[in-house]
């Protein structure tokens, strides 16, 4: 049941956006401070990891190898025009559904931290190893983890409650 958005529910997607920003945040510093990079912490034997990997590419290290001095322009560039997009579908949208709009505040939160990241440092900081035997999925953080779920929420909007 979609309701018309109120004040009340746009700051409720700013205190998750701001969170999860902070969090993200905090747990990078919180990374980079403790583990030397190249170094594997087991959390989870067989599972799960925290090792220290600094990203100056894409999503999923995507460019991360290429030299060119455009690489982070490009990527802040276009990291800014996908922002600008979820903040005005959240202003403008009179009609949100609430499972949208949380998923949306997820998703601009982690984005959000990611971008201050590359326009402070020129790459963001990737901690979480998920594995199973030789199989690694890519190395990410909890701005990447918040992108992922708030897109799940979205799609399972339009699955089930559009």
Do not use: C
Request: aromatic share 12%.
């Amino acid at each position: 049941m979609q309701t018309r958005v109120n004040r009340f529910s746009r700051l409720i997607w700013a205190i998750i956006a701001i969170a999860i920003f902070v969090a993200d945040q905090v747990t990078k510093a919180a990374v980079e401070a403790r583990i030397p990079e190249h170094t594997t912490v087991p959390v989870v034997p067989r599972f799960l990891n925290l090792v220290l990997a600094r990203n100056a590419g894409a999503a999923f290290g995507l460019f991360s190898e290429s030299p060119s001095a455009w690489k982070t322009v490009l990527l802040i560039a276009v990291s800014s025009l996908l922002l600008a997009m979820v903040i005005g579908v959240v202003w403008r949208n009179q009609q949100l559904h609430r499972v949208a709009g949380v998923g949306l505040a997820l998703i601009l939160g982690g984005a959000l931290s990611n971008l201050f990241d590359r326009i402070r440092v020129g790459r963001v900081v990737d901690f979480v190893d998920v594995y199973y035997r030789s199989y690694h999925w890519y190395t990410f953080n909890l701005a990447d983890a918040s992108i992922v779920v708030g897109a799940g929420f979205l799609v399972f909007e339009l699955l089930f409650l559009a």
